[in-house]
Protein backbone atom coordinates (compact mmCIF):
# COMPACT_ATOMS: atom_id res chain seq x y z
CA UNK A 1 0.00 0.00 0.00
CA UNK A 2 3.16 2.31 0.56
CA UNK A 3 3.55 2.22 -2.74
CA UNK A 4 0.89 3.25 -4.02
CA UNK A 5 0.59 6.11 -1.92
CA UNK A 6 3.88 7.50 -3.01
CA UNK A 7 2.83 6.73 -7.08
CA UNK A 8 -0.56 8.67 -6.33
CA UNK A 9 1.15 12.04 -4.21
CA UNK A 10 1.46 14.34 -7.64
CA UNK A 11 -1.19 12.38 -10.08
CA UNK A 12 -3.82 14.65 -10.88
CA UNK A 13 -2.30 17.95 -11.55
CA UNK A 14 -1.71 17.62 -15.32
CA UNK A 15 -3.93 15.79 -17.54
CA UNK A 16 -1.67 14.15 -20.00
CA UNK A 17 0.80 13.20 -17.47
CA UNK A 18 -1.94 11.50 -15.26
CA UNK A 19 -2.35 9.09 -18.56
CA UNK A 20 1.29 8.44 -18.93
CA UNK A 21 1.44 7.65 -14.87
CA UNK A 22 -1.00 4.97 -14.99
CA UNK A 23 0.26 4.03 -18.16
CA UNK A 24 3.90 3.24 -16.47
CA UNK A 25 2.02 1.60 -13.68
CA UNK A 26 0.02 -0.55 -15.50
CA UNK A 27 2.92 -1.70 -17.58
CA UNK A 28 4.55 -2.88 -14.61
CA UNK A 29 1.76 -4.68 -13.23
CA UNK A 30 0.52 -6.57 -16.42
CA UNK A 31 1.97 -9.69 -17.68
CA UNK A 32 4.75 -8.89 -20.07
CA UNK A 33 2.75 -10.22 -23.11
CA UNK A 34 0.39 -7.01 -23.37
CA UNK A 35 1.11 -3.91 -24.33
CA UNK A 36 0.05 -0.62 -23.50
CA UNK A 37 -0.18 2.58 -25.82
CA UNK A 38 -2.33 4.95 -26.46
CA UNK A 39 -4.58 5.51 -30.15
CA UNK A 40 -7.57 4.37 -32.25
CA UNK A 41 -9.04 0.80 -31.86
CA UNK A 42 -10.03 -0.44 -35.66
CA UNK A 43 -11.97 -3.61 -36.90
CA UNK A 44 -11.69 -4.23 -40.86
CA UNK A 45 -14.85 -3.10 -41.86
CA UNK A 46 -12.90 0.12 -41.86
CA UNK A 47 -14.82 1.42 -38.71
CA UNK A 48 -12.91 3.05 -36.12
CA UNK A 49 -13.53 4.42 -32.06
CA UNK A 50 -12.65 7.79 -30.89
CA UNK A 51 -8.98 8.48 -29.43
CA UNK A 52 -8.52 5.87 -26.68
CA UNK A 53 -5.80 7.41 -23.95
CA UNK A 54 -4.22 4.12 -22.92
CA UNK A 55 -4.74 0.88 -24.89
CA UNK A 56 -4.19 -2.75 -23.16
CA UNK A 57 -3.35 -4.85 -26.02
CA UNK A 58 -1.78 -8.49 -26.94
CA UNK A 59 1.36 -7.91 -28.37
CA UNK A 60 2.05 -11.61 -29.08
CA UNK A 61 0.93 -10.80 -32.96
CA UNK A 62 1.81 -8.04 -34.87
CA UNK A 63 0.46 -5.28 -31.98
CA UNK A 64 -0.75 -1.78 -33.92
CA UNK A 65 -0.52 0.04 -37.27
CA UNK A 66 1.07 3.30 -37.39
CA UNK A 67 -0.97 5.11 -39.99
CA UNK A 68 0.72 8.05 -42.11
CA UNK A 69 -0.76 11.04 -39.27
CA UNK A 70 1.44 9.34 -36.88
CA UNK A 71 -2.03 8.09 -35.10
CA UNK A 72 -1.46 4.49 -33.77
CA UNK A 73 -3.92 1.81 -35.06
CA UNK A 74 -5.27 -1.35 -32.88
CA UNK A 75 -7.02 -4.39 -34.27
CA UNK A 76 -9.60 -4.67 -32.27
CA UNK A 77 -8.83 -8.39 -31.99
CA UNK A 78 -5.86 -7.71 -30.46
CA UNK A 79 -7.37 -5.31 -28.03
CA UNK A 80 -8.04 -6.44 -24.42
CA UNK A 81 -8.70 -2.79 -22.61
CA UNK A 82 -9.54 0.55 -23.68
CA UNK A 83 -9.02 3.39 -20.25
CA UNK A 84 -10.31 6.69 -20.21
CA UNK A 85 -8.54 9.02 -18.03
CA UNK A 86 -9.60 12.26 -16.87
CA UNK A 87 -8.12 14.69 -14.44
CA UNK A 88 -11.69 15.98 -13.30
CA UNK A 89 -15.22 13.88 -12.87
CA UNK A 90 -18.28 15.00 -13.30
CA UNK A 91 -21.33 14.79 -15.12
CA UNK A 92 -19.95 16.02 -18.67
CA UNK A 93 -16.91 14.22 -18.65
CA UNK A 94 -18.79 10.70 -17.98
CA UNK A 95 -21.17 11.62 -20.88
CA UNK A 96 -17.88 11.77 -23.11
CA UNK A 97 -16.45 8.64 -21.34
CA UNK A 98 -20.06 6.95 -22.24
CA UNK A 99 -19.66 8.11 -25.77
CA UNK A 100 -16.06 6.36 -26.04
CA UNK A 101 -17.47 3.20 -25.08
CA UNK A 102 -20.54 3.34 -27.17
CA UNK A 103 -18.03 4.12 -30.31
CA UNK A 104 -15.77 1.14 -29.00
CA UNK A 105 -19.08 -1.16 -29.17
CA UNK A 106 -19.52 -0.65 -32.54
CA UNK A 107 -16.94 -2.20 -34.40
CA UNK A 108 -17.15 -5.83 -35.04
CA UNK A 109 -14.50 -7.65 -33.80
CA UNK A 110 -13.45 -11.07 -36.52
CA UNK A 111 -13.18 -13.48 -33.50
CA UNK A 112 -13.43 -12.85 -29.62
CA UNK A 113 -15.32 -9.89 -27.59
CA UNK A 114 -15.07 -6.74 -27.48
CA UNK A 115 -12.35 -4.52 -25.38
CA UNK A 116 -13.57 -4.09 -21.28
CA UNK A 117 -13.88 0.03 -21.00
CA UNK A 118 -12.68 1.49 -18.23
CA UNK A 119 -12.70 4.72 -16.59
CA UNK A 120 -10.12 6.56 -14.14
CA UNK A 121 -10.49 9.70 -12.71
CA UNK A 122 -8.70 11.86 -10.25
CA UNK A 123 -10.16 14.84 -9.18
CA UNK A 124 -14.01 14.91 -8.46
CA UNK A 125 -15.60 17.89 -9.57
CA UNK A 126 -18.69 16.53 -7.39
CA UNK A 127 -19.28 14.96 -4.24
CA UNK A 128 -19.56 10.73 -4.37
CA UNK A 129 -23.23 10.16 -4.19
CA UNK A 130 -23.85 12.87 -7.16
CA UNK A 131 -21.14 11.19 -8.97
CA UNK A 132 -22.86 7.58 -8.27
CA UNK A 133 -25.84 9.10 -9.31
CA UNK A 134 -25.06 10.14 -13.10
CA UNK A 135 -22.76 6.66 -13.39
CA UNK A 136 -25.99 4.95 -12.06
CA UNK A 137 -28.14 7.17 -15.21
CA UNK A 138 -25.76 6.08 -18.05
CA UNK A 139 -27.24 3.74 -20.21
CA UNK A 140 -26.07 0.17 -19.69
CA UNK A 141 -23.80 0.42 -22.51
CA UNK A 142 -22.22 3.49 -21.96
CA UNK A 143 -21.50 2.62 -18.44
CA UNK A 144 -17.20 1.96 -18.06
CA UNK A 145 -16.67 -1.67 -17.00
CA UNK A 146 -14.38 -1.02 -14.22
CA UNK A 147 -13.71 2.64 -12.95
CA UNK A 148 -11.67 4.41 -10.15
CA UNK A 149 -12.05 7.82 -8.69
CA UNK A 150 -8.70 7.90 -7.24
CA UNK A 151 -8.43 11.23 -4.98
CA UNK A 152 -11.89 10.15 -3.30
CA UNK A 153 -11.12 6.72 -2.80
CA UNK A 154 -14.29 5.78 -5.61
CA UNK A 155 -14.08 1.94 -7.53
CA UNK A 156 -16.64 0.11 -8.69
CA UNK A 157 -18.06 -1.31 -11.87
CA UNK A 158 -20.13 -4.66 -13.57
CA UNK A 159 -19.95 -7.32 -10.55
CA UNK A 160 -19.72 -9.84 -12.69
CA UNK A 161 -15.87 -8.72 -13.22
CA UNK A 162 -15.45 -7.57 -9.65
CA UNK A 163 -16.88 -10.89 -7.87
CA UNK A 164 -14.15 -12.92 -8.42
CA UNK A 165 -11.48 -10.46 -6.83
CA UNK A 166 -14.10 -9.90 -3.79
CA UNK A 167 -15.70 -12.95 -3.58
CA UNK A 168 -19.09 -12.87 -0.71
CA UNK A 169 -18.29 -10.15 0.54
CA UNK A 170 -20.10 -7.89 -1.88
CA UNK A 171 -23.50 -7.53 -0.47
CA UNK A 172 -24.99 -4.76 -2.43
CA UNK A 173 -27.70 -6.35 -5.43
CA UNK A 174 -27.05 -4.04 -7.45
CA UNK A 175 -25.52 -5.55 -10.77
CA UNK A 176 -23.29 -2.37 -10.87
CA UNK A 177 -21.15 -1.42 -8.12
CA UNK A 178 -20.56 1.91 -6.45
CA UNK A 179 -18.10 1.97 -3.77
CA UNK A 180 -15.62 3.54 -1.48
CA UNK A 181 -11.94 2.83 0.43
CA UNK A 182 -12.67 4.65 3.80
CA UNK A 183 -9.28 4.92 5.55
CA UNK A 184 -9.26 1.72 8.71
CA UNK A 185 -8.74 2.55 12.11
CA UNK A 186 -5.94 0.26 13.48
CA UNK A 187 -6.05 -1.75 16.95
CA UNK A 188 -3.35 -1.35 19.63
CA UNK A 189 -0.95 -3.80 17.85
CA UNK A 190 -1.18 -1.86 14.47
CA UNK A 191 -3.43 -3.69 12.56
CA UNK A 192 -6.14 -2.66 10.48
CA UNK A 193 -9.70 -3.42 11.98
CA UNK A 194 -12.35 -5.17 9.07
CA UNK A 195 -15.15 -2.40 8.77
CA UNK A 196 -13.71 0.06 11.03
CA UNK A 197 -12.94 3.34 9.91
CA UNK A 198 -10.96 6.35 11.34
CA UNK A 199 -13.15 9.23 11.74
CA UNK A 200 -11.96 12.88 10.39
CA UNK A 201 -11.63 15.49 13.32
CA UNK A 202 -15.09 16.96 14.85
CA UNK A 203 -15.17 20.67 13.44
CA UNK A 204 -12.42 19.97 10.80
CA UNK A 205 -11.36 23.26 8.60
CA UNK A 206 -9.29 21.18 6.41
CA UNK A 207 -10.82 19.05 3.75
CA UNK A 208 -7.53 16.44 4.21
CA UNK A 209 -6.14 15.13 7.30
CA UNK A 210 -2.40 13.65 7.72
CA UNK A 211 -2.19 10.45 9.46
CA UNK A 212 0.86 8.32 9.72
CA UNK A 213 2.82 10.40 7.30
CA UNK A 214 0.13 10.42 4.60
CA UNK A 215 -2.49 12.86 3.33
CA UNK A 216 -6.07 11.64 3.23
CA UNK A 217 -9.10 13.34 1.82
CA UNK A 218 -12.12 14.21 4.24
CA UNK A 219 -15.10 12.85 1.53
CA UNK A 220 -18.83 13.73 2.36
CA UNK A 221 -20.60 10.82 1.94
CA UNK A 222 -24.34 11.10 2.71
CA UNK A 223 -25.20 12.99 5.55
CA UNK A 224 -21.68 11.36 7.26
CA UNK A 225 -17.75 12.22 6.68
CA UNK A 226 -16.11 9.92 5.52
CA UNK A 227 -11.63 9.50 5.50
CA UNK A 228 -11.30 7.91 2.47
CA UNK A 229 -7.91 5.86 1.26
CA UNK A 230 -6.87 6.66 -2.78
CA UNK A 231 -3.95 4.60 -2.99
CA UNK A 232 -6.15 1.59 -2.05
CA UNK A 233 -8.94 2.43 -4.64
CA UNK A 234 -6.42 2.15 -7.22
CA UNK A 235 -4.84 -1.11 -6.64
CA UNK A 236 -8.38 -2.52 -5.85
CA UNK A 237 -8.97 -1.20 -10.19
CA UNK A 238 -5.38 -2.91 -11.15
CA UNK A 239 -6.27 -5.77 -9.25
CA UNK A 240 -9.61 -6.50 -11.52
CA UNK A 241 -8.25 -4.95 -14.25
CA UNK A 242 -5.10 -7.52 -14.43
CA UNK A 243 -7.82 -10.30 -13.19
CA UNK A 244 -10.35 -9.83 -16.15
CA UNK A 245 -7.19 -9.81 -18.50
CA UNK A 246 -6.25 -13.23 -17.30
CA UNK A 247 -10.16 -15.06 -17.68
CA UNK A 248 -10.19 -13.00 -21.62
CA UNK A 249 -7.38 -15.31 -22.01
CA UNK A 250 -7.98 -18.23 -20.46
CA UNK A 251 -5.27 -18.10 -17.97
CA UNK A 252 -5.34 -18.87 -13.77
CA UNK A 253 -5.77 -15.83 -11.90
CA UNK A 254 -2.50 -14.05 -11.51
CA UNK A 255 -0.38 -14.86 -8.28
CA UNK A 256 -1.07 -11.30 -6.98
CA UNK A 257 -4.78 -11.87 -6.54
CA UNK A 258 -4.16 -14.39 -3.52
CA UNK A 259 -2.48 -11.55 -1.71
CA UNK A 260 -5.63 -9.47 -1.46
CA UNK A 261 -8.38 -10.10 1.01
CA UNK A 262 -9.64 -9.03 4.14
CA UNK A 263 -8.98 -5.47 4.40
CA UNK A 264 -7.46 -4.42 1.53
CA UNK A 265 -10.56 -5.34 0.24
CA UNK A 266 -12.99 -3.83 2.45
CA UNK A 267 -15.08 -1.00 1.01
CA UNK A 268 -18.03 1.16 1.54
CA UNK A 269 -20.92 0.26 -0.99
CA UNK A 270 -22.80 3.33 -1.80
Known amino acids: MDIFNKLIKHWGERGRENELSLARLLENLIPRHYGVGSGMVIDCHDKYSQQTDIVVFDQADEPAFLAQSNQVLFPVENVRACIEV??????????????????????????????????????????????????????????????????????????DLLQPVFGDTLVGTDDYVIAMTCLHARDASGQRQLGVYKEPPE????????????????????????????????????????????????????????????????????
Not at 209 to 227: F, N, Q
Not at 233 to 251: E, P, R, Y
Open 86 to 159: KTTVNKEELKESGSKRASLHKLTPMQGKHPLFHFVGYKPGQYPDTISRHLRALEDTQKPDLFCVVDIGMIGGRK
Open 203 to 270: DFTEPRILHDGGSYPIVALGRDWKVAEPSRSLLIFCACLVHTLAVHDGKPPPASSHYLSGATLDIVEI
